[in-house]
């Protein structure tokens, strides 16, 4: 038996991973909105829209971050990742031209996003036969397939930034039979006038502020799926467009993306690393604080809130071992500030944790205060916050209960 038989045809393997994306824990309360898709899911070979070379992290966790993954090296890996049901598979780093050191990268800037977060986005686009969608951030085209298996290829425009890019993807969809999916080279931050409007507007990138341009060009009723993030945290946001030319809506579920690329967020100039000597020991400030770093870390409502109130604020927290309830959360921002928080111990309440701060900001001292203010609150969870897009900006606001249910699938089809 070769290497490959072990780990099974793409057909095999993509049953597998089927089944594996509908018991998931995080699929659960999407189940019924993601089976009308199990058919797409399928019948897509994911495999046939990755590139030959993927990037994977690097095993011993050094520099560069990222490491090359031919298919011919080890196709039972490269399959295996491919089917792999949670974890997305990065098809490009640095733009194109990795910047890690030898032939390494450090930043994924593109990839065929993990099929469990896809089926749920899916899910909460709720497009129904006869829908004409928009998607921005065509990647691998992967995406584009399965919305072309479900509604028809014709009814399919999908944008991506980067040229060589959109270049495979046009190519992987046509030889699965799906040319007649638009794919288009642009920033879809601008949308695709052409094809408006549009009935669902689905974005597979991260985004901070919602580009009215998605709102303009999507019908009264149509709906936009966009994972909405800041430097602290992600959600999915579920937009409606109004009658008025205004769209609203809020976070359904958590959500992990790339940066569209003119959003992306400015990584924090102090690198994290587990040594002491970070910045001037002169002027660090040492203080004690009461509050769990997994307060300031781990619920998703208490994620949205501190990144609503520490503007620019990025966190990234480092086990002793992977799983360990024990490290060190590291707090930086882009103009130099950072803050350190040691604990030994995975007790919540018991312990008084060390900080040290530098920097313009304080920043351990803003995220506690954002946390104890979230925890004041009655500690409200994602969805609480209502997102506004109008021609004039966007309005992030807290509102005591959710107006709509969120992702509850529409009658509007
Ligand atoms: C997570 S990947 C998309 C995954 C893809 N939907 C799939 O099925 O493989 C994000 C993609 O968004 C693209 N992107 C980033 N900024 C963009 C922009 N302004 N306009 C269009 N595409 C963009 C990236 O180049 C990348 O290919």
Redesign the pocket.
Known sequence: MTGLDAVGSPVELRRRMVDAVLADEFVAEWRAAVLPWRPALLAVSRHE?LPGTVWVENDDGASPAFVPLHREQDPGRWLRLAYAADD?VA??VDDGRPTGPGVGGSLP?????GPII?AVMLAALDAHDGHRVL??????????ALLAHRLGARQVT?????PV?ATH?RKALSDAGLGAVTVVT????LGYPPGAPYDRLIV??ACNQVPYAWVEQTRPGGRIVVPWADTYAGGLLVLTVAEDGTASGRIVAESN??????QRETRGAVKPTMSNGVGDPERVEERVTTLHPSHVTRPHGARVAIGQRVPGCQWRYYPWEPDDPVGVLWLVDPWGSWAKLTHTSPDADEDEFPVLQSGPRRLWDEVEAACRWWLEAGSPGADRWLFTVTPEGQRVELTDVPSVAAGAPTRDG
């Open positions: 829209f997305g098809t490009q800037s593109s990839s065929a996003s896809v998607e921005v951030g065509t990647g691998t085209g992967y995406n584009a999908s944008i991506e930034v980067d890019i993807a642009g920033d879809g931050a597979t990138a993306f790339m940066w569209l690329r003119e």
